[in-house]
């Protein structure tokens, strides 16, 4: 029981504060805190009482914090105990026999753990991946948000023609890595940090069977684990089959056993599916469960490249490449500890002028309407025209493509953009795409309207002076603004906003061929929109909501209503 504690102790310090946490021979667990000057001080027990009878502030302060984040603390018992009868026959998944052999080669040590990964592993990509630079960071959020949103600007090399070939509301995979804390942890969990660092070679003890292609097998486990391997995902009830058979304890296996059965499924889900309990949390609370190494390697997936939508024009810095997210915390559950997101807590986290792969992603059609025919099969009416920009001008030299009678007809259509919170980025770069092109075109565009939505407008209205320019120049016709946690806001959710002018907005999407786009949360916001569109359309064209979501199919047909989200 000490032993799990401790694990989530480390996990809640998660680097805002530094301590030894120390298991004791009578198995109390004490804290020595790191002072101001670097040095550990006084050693307390976590229940309050240290060697000398006294206790300073700061050892009472960061007790708190470890006891305030153990939210389930009351029910820590329960999470190990097992919950059906001992009687109760279980249904359990087929047990795997693990054919995999590893060799060590300990006396050849591998240096490259902090070079980027082996690129073999890149979805849907358009082009391969290039080694970019992180040349800034910057918080878009005030200090009181709920959310920290961030944007992080990547500069790219020279003949980076493929990478810097994008349009705006293409995305783009960026090649991410583990915690460094996380893969030390696991590493002492599975009683390897003495070969950590150590080459070693992967075979089957089956030799018709084929290694794991994203195992980089002449390369050490520290590496593997770093930047190959997804440690955060949580078990499967498979892995967790085999898990129970390396439980030393009857107790610790029969639970582990339950969780993966299929009367446990439930639990399976409240405990680690649903919260995200990773493989370390599970070798954390089941401290009796040691699974060789190569065990580990054979069920662990392979860690993939993170999308992020671009949130500007190649016609503007076209050397560099900006996205915006917000930092995702993911809250203690279960026997889930709190965690930061894999990507979003690296890019938090790395260091200025870090170098970091990204490659563009085969585009799908959220692009503007002029920007659409570039992928389809008219795209032999595009001519490109060659912009040469002013001398210490923002913009460097870019391909505008300059369009013949059907191309002008598209970049004349109404373009409606719908985008709370981070939603709001890659339209950012269509604001900025289209500025340049009417400068460039000495030509007037569609109508744009923007729907923004945020919570209170002094913390998180993120691109606040950029939306304002764009309003004040003409470039965006209509803004609305929805503030969820402002009382006497005219509008709380952006589907409020455009229930406000329901006739015009059915009236551009179904008679005037406006292009309507949604981008940001999957199962709220755009849901809603959907919803709240259907209803619009029913009730200005007074038919039932059946017909409404016909029409709607046939907009969405025709490729005019678009949808860049994610869960």
């Known amino acids: ?84 009868s001992a009687d109760q026959k279980l249904n359990l998944p087929t047990l795997k026999v693990n054919t995999l ?19 073999s592993r890149c979805p849907f990509a358009a082009c391969d991946p290039v080694q970019c630079i992180l040349a800034y960071r910057e918080i878009l959020t005030g200090c009181d948000s709920v959310k920290r949103t961030v944007k992080v600007t990547f500069q790219v090399p020279d003949n980076s023609n493929e990478l ?13 890595s583990n915690s460094s804390q996380e893969v030390d942890q696991l590493l002492k969990l599975l009683r390897c940090e003495n070969r950590a660092d150590s080459l070693f070679t992967l075979f089957h003890s089956e030799a018709s069977k084929r290694l794991p292609n994203h195992i980089a097998s002449d390369c050490s486990l520290r590496y593997n684990l770093t930047w190959c391997l997804d440690i955060r995902r949580p078990p499967n009830k498979s892995t ?78 076209c050397q560099y490449l900006e996205f915006v997210f917000n930092i995702v915390e993911l809250p203690p559950g279960g026997l889930a500890s709190a965690k930061r997101g894999v990507c979003t807590g690296w890019l938090n986290d790395l260091a200025i002028d870090s170098k970091v792969y990204l490659y563009r992603r085969k585009p799908n059609q959220f692009r503007l309407p002029e920007c659409q025919l ?25 391909d505008l ?20 919170g981070t939603g709001v980025a890659p339209f950012i770069g269509f604001l900025e795409h289209r500025e340049v092109a009417k400068k460039q075109w000495n030509s007037e565009c569609g109508s744009m309207w923007l729907f923004f939505g945020c919570r209170e407008p002094s913390q998180d209205y993120i691109f606040q002076s950029e939306i304002e320019s764009f309003q004040q120049s003409g470039l965006l016709s209509r803004l609305f603004l929805a503030n969820s946690r402002v009382d006497d806001s005219k509008y709380r959710y952006v589907q409020h906003a455009m229930q406000h002018c329901a006739s015009e907005i059915v ?20 849901k809603d929109v959907r919803e709240t569109l259907i209803s619009m359309i029913a009730d200005v064209k007074d038919i039932d909501k059946d017909t409404a979501k016909v029409k709607l199919l046939e907009v969405q047909s025709q490729g005019r209503y678009l949808e860049d989200v994610w869960s």
């Open 164 to 176: 810097l070939d994008y349009q705006p509301g293409d995305s783009f995979g960026i090649v991410c």
């Open 401 to 420: 493509p300059s369009f013949d009678e059907t191309g002008s007809e598209r970049f004349l259509q109404p373009v409606i953009l719908i985008g709370p």
């Open 507 to 526: 009236s551009m999407v179904l008679d005037e061929g406006a292009f309507l786009y949604v981008c940001g949360d999957a199962k709220g916001m755009a």
């Open 240 to 317: 967790l089959r085999s898990l129970a058979e390396y439980c030393s304890c009857d107790v610790q296996k029969r639970v582990i056993l339950e969780l993966c059965s299929r009367e446990g499924a439930n639990i399976y889900n409240e405990r680690v599916l649903n919260p995200n309990a990773s493989l370390i949390d599970i070798l954390t609370w089941f401290d009796s469960c040691c699974p060789p190494i190569e065990c580990v390697l054979g069920f662990l997936p392979a860690l993939q490249p993170r999308p992020y939508s671009i949130s500007k024009s190649p016609l503007v810095r």
């Open 374 to 398: 570039k992928n389809q099969s008219s795209s032999q009416n595009i001519k490109v025209q060659q912009i040469t920009s002013p001398q210490n001008s923002p913009m460097n030299n870019h």
């Open 101 to 119: 052999e590893i060799e060590f080669i300990d006396d050849i040590h591998d240096a490259k753990c902090e070079d980027p990964p082996r690129l």
């Open 1 to 84: 029981m000490v032993g799990q504690i401790m694990g989530h102790l480390k996990l809640a310090l998660n680097d805002s504060d530094a301590a030894k946490l120390i298991k004791e021979e009578d198995n109390s667990v004490i804290i020595q805190p790191l002072t101001m000057n670097g040095e550990f001080g006084t050693v307390c027990n976590i229940n309050g009482a240290n060697d000398t009878g006294s206790e300073t502030n700061a050892t009472h302060d960061l007790i708190d914090k470890f006891r305030s984040s153990l939210t389930f603390s009351d029910d820590i018992n329960e999470l190990i105990k097992p919950t059906l």
